[in-house]
């Protein structure tokens, strides 16, 4: 007997990832004043941007730039000025599995900023940004495997459904938004130095021509020199929304996710037509946008014959992806701060900057804590004397999060919207939103037929058998080991379910 196979490919994705690495990046920029004037840092900040990834081998390459922004006084230590500096790097991340493959189908490097410091040294601003950089490869993948096979009478067959997601669909773009906002005059503002921006995906809208549209909120804090007494810093808040297009290579299809960053941000402040004063903002905007495809197959699980030839077939495990995970949380916390001993006593704080770095996460019923350390700094006016303060140390934080996560997913943290107050001569407390986004694949598995043939049967016993399961078997193997119709065999065991306890009695009958 020949039995007919029905064969087809299944396009799948294997994920692979990369460990993640830490790598410092450094640069070195010139202070405008002269050599022998004093100078002092009083807060450095940077943002990272990784422009592009390569997969060769084991391991991945990518290339980024860090963009570091400093507020410092030089000459009269008073007056607080900025200065904007970046550095390019590239870093090999090592995989943590093996690669056979060359082409990846979609390369997604991440950079992180976990530490920056900054040092006046002779003129010169020494700059350092520790990075956590990782990243994570959709590596295409076809398995030709046998769907069905033909129906005869001798065969009995077992069927599996696969329920396995694809990408079917990316696309990028970058977009410089502009915007101005009237400043209170109440601030007295001088000068605008330095702000940060936070984008916040909102709604994504598919279109019939191949493009979607991301909508979001951009929220952006600036801070300012002041002409108010005892005052010299301030910080505002402003908001701008974004309407961005992405164009896909490829269909929409079943879902999209995007993820909107923001890579740099320019502020100036000027006098505008009414007197008053007027901070222009520019804001480089990038976003990524992936479609995936939902697909569901019913397969071959496994065959045998219950006459004539026997069947051998060989089996390979299949690993795909079955879902993606993209969701993003924001919780408010607090933190109040000790000056170390000795510290000038405060008068008014004046701004408040916060990092957060995710030490461990604790995953319990859809709640997700997140236990780390905040990089946190204060600038702060004395009684005594109109120079700025700044202090910056480690302080320990706890958030819980309403968010579905796995221990595979990769978390990422970021906090917006600082405010800072004096509680007490010696403390400060700062207040703050933290944004967690979590993103990760869902991976199963499946045995699936890849060849089969058709042998010489071994000798069965035949008449009326008593059989005692063992660990591991189900219905299906009795009858695969007498070579008995799977009908024939519950109709003899009536009260046998799918699943067996080990040592229940089975009665097969091969004629």
């Known amino acids: 007997m020949e039995m007919q196979w029905i064969r087809e490919n299944m396009e799948t994705e294997q994920m692979i990832a990369a460990k993640p690495t830490q ?11 002269g050599l022998r004037e004093e100078a002092r840092v009083y807060y450095a900040d940077a943002s990272a941007a990784v422009n592009g990834g390569e997969l060769t081998g084991n391991r991945v390459t990518a290339d980024g730039r860090v963009t570091f922004h400093v507020l410092y006084a030089q000459g009269d230590l008073a007056h607080v000025d900025a200065l904007e500096a970046s550095a390019d790097f590239s870093q090999a991340l090592p995989l943590k599995e093996e690669n056979t493959q060359m082409a990846a189908l979609r390369l997604q490097p991440r950079a992180e900023v976990q530490h920056v410091s900054a040092k006046a040294f002779n003129g010169r601003l020494l700059l350092r940004a520790i990075l956590n950089l990782t990243a994570e490869a959709a590596l295409p993948r076809t398995v030709s495997f046998i769907r069905d096979a033909a129906e005869a009478p001798e065969a009995q067959k077992a069927m599996q459904t696969i329920r396995l997601q694809r990408t079917v669909g990316e696309g990028e773009n970058q977009i410089l938004l502009r915007e101005e906002f009237p400043l209170n005059d109440a601030l007295q503002i001088k000068n605008t130095l330095y702000a940060t921006a936070h984008a916040q995906v909102e709604d994504i809208l598919g279109g019939a021509d191949g493009r979607a549209t991301v909508t979001g909120t951009i929220t ?18 402003h908001t701008i929304p974004f309407e961005q297009a992405v164009s896909l290579s490829g269909a929409l299809g079943d879902a999209l996710a995007a993820k909107s960053t923001v890579r740099d ?3 100036l402040s000027q006098e505008g037509e009414d007197g008053g004063r007027l901070m222009r903002a520019e804001v480089q ?3 990524e946008l992936t479609a995936v495809e939902d697909a569901e197959m019913t397969v071959l699980r496994d065959v045998f014959t219950v006459a004539g030839d026997a069947v051998e077939t060989r089996v390979q495990r299949v690993v795909f992806r079955s879902g993606t995970i993209h969701e993003t949380a924001a919780e408010s916390g607090k933190t109040v701060m000790s000056l170390p001993e000795g510290s000038p006593r405060v008068k008014t704080a004046l701004l408040g900057f916060v990092r957060p770095i995710i030490v461990q996460a604790e995953r319990q019923r859809g709640r997700l804590a997140v236990e780390g350390i905040l990089d946190a700094a204060v600038l702060y006016q004395t009684d005594d004397s109109d120079v700025p303060v700044a202090v910056q140390q480690e302080e320990p934080f706890r958030a819980v999060f309403s968010i579905e996560s796995a221990p595979e997913d990769a978390l990422s943290l970021t906090a917006g919207q600082v405010e800072v107050n004096a509680v007490t001569g010696d403390r400060v407390e700062f207040k703050y939103i933290l944004h967690l986004s979590v993103e990760g694949v869902r991976k199963d598995a499946a045995d699936v ?13 035949r008449g009326i058998m008593l059989y005692y399961v063992q660990p591991g078997e189900d219905v ?8 008995v119709p799977l009908e024939e065999l519950r109709q003899l065991n009536p009260t046998l379910g799918d699943t067996v306890a080990v040592g229940t009695p089975v009665i097969a009958y091969k004629r």
């Open 265 to 267: 941000v320019a502020v």
């Open 476 to 483: 299906w193997d009795i009858a695969k080991r007498y070579r």
């Open 23 to 33: 790598v410092s990046v450094e640069a070195e920029v010139a202070l405008p004043g």
């Open 220 to 237: 952006l804090d600036a801070c300012h020199t002041s002409a108010l007494p005892g005052r010299p810093l301030v910080a505002t808040r």
């Open 285 to 287: 905007l990038f976003t």
């Open 449 to 461: 037929i890849v060849d089969a043939a058709m042998t010489e049967p071994t000798e069965a016993h």
